[in-house]
T-cell receptor
Framework: DQQVKQNSPSLSVQEGRISILNCDYTNSMFDYFLWYKKYPAEGPTFLISISSIKDKNEDGRFTVFLNKSAKHLSLHIVPSQPGDSAVYFC??????????FGKGTRLHILP | DTAVSQTPKYLVTQMGNDKSIKCEQN?????MYWYKQDSKKFLKIMFSYNNKELIINETVPNRFSPKSPDKAHLNLHINSLELGDSAVYFC?????????????FGPGTRLTVT
């Protein structure tokens, strides 16, 4: 039973354009939503989070949007750069509890 | 300076053997974790320790035993290895349980059981 779903296994975006990665969740008790980035042969790196009481959080080129009614969140990267090519994991948790990760979306930034 | 380190990076062993993976963090964090990433790429938590105390113990065979000698170290010992144990194992740490969503991961240990 996947509580966090990333339905797109991969995504290709032209350099300089906007990358939009999507994620759906089923558990309405989650109160933090996260994005982690992973390069090959490395561990995941925390990228950005959003609390369930907010609908947007921005950090430089990265913005996460949360739509609680739709149980959907998205990560926007603008402008996309070659170094953004990686696997992006969506994740969710409640405070003091374990993180539930999605399966990941591989983002390819094309030159 | 490596924040979260794991040894070994690669481990190839035969079924039935016992092996250990070591993890150390130099971030001064209170909480450490072990994750398993299987062939389907799901990243799932196995254990979590807070100040050497076990706080999360998922449904994991009891052949897996974590040990935390101090809050900077969390080792994973696996007895009687099986083919299905082949995976990448990640260690992670977080400042404390309250900020458990922001975790720092090690580079992973790729375990292959033949």
């Amino acid at each position: 039973d996947q509580q966090v779903k990333q339905n797109s296994p991969s995504l290709s975006v032209q350099e300089g354009r906007i990358s939009i990665l999507n994620c759906d969740y089923t558990n309405s008790m989650f109160d933090y939503f996260l994005w982690y980035k992973k390069y090959p042969a490395e561990g995941p790196t925390f990228l950005i989070s959003i609390s369930s009481i907010k609908d947007k959080n921005e950090d430089g080129r990265f913005t996460v949007f949360l739509n609680k009614s739709a149980k959907h969140l998205s990560l926007h990267i603008v402008p996309s750069q070659p170094g953004d090519s990686a696997v992006y994991f969506c994740a969710a948790t409640t405070q003091y509890d374990k993180i539930i990760f999605g399966k990941g979306t591989r983002l390819h930034i094309l030159p | 300076d490596t924040a979260v380190s794991q040894t070994p990076k690669y481990l190839v062993t035969q079924m039935g053997n016992d092996k250990s993976i070591k993890c150390e963090q130099n971030l001064g964090h209170d909480t450490m974790y072990w994750y398993k990433q299987d062939s389907k790429k799901f990243l799932k938590i196995m254990f979590s320790y807070n100040n050497k105390e076990l706080i999360i113990n998922e449904t994991v065979p009891n052949r897996f035993s974590p040990k935390s000698p101090d809050k900077a170290h969390l080792n994973l010992h696996i007895n009687s290895l099986e083919l299905g144990d082949s995976a990448v194992y990640f260690c992670a740490s977080s400042q404390d349980r309250g900020r458990g969503y922001e975790q720092y991961f090690g580079p992973g240990t790729r375990l292959t059981v033949t």
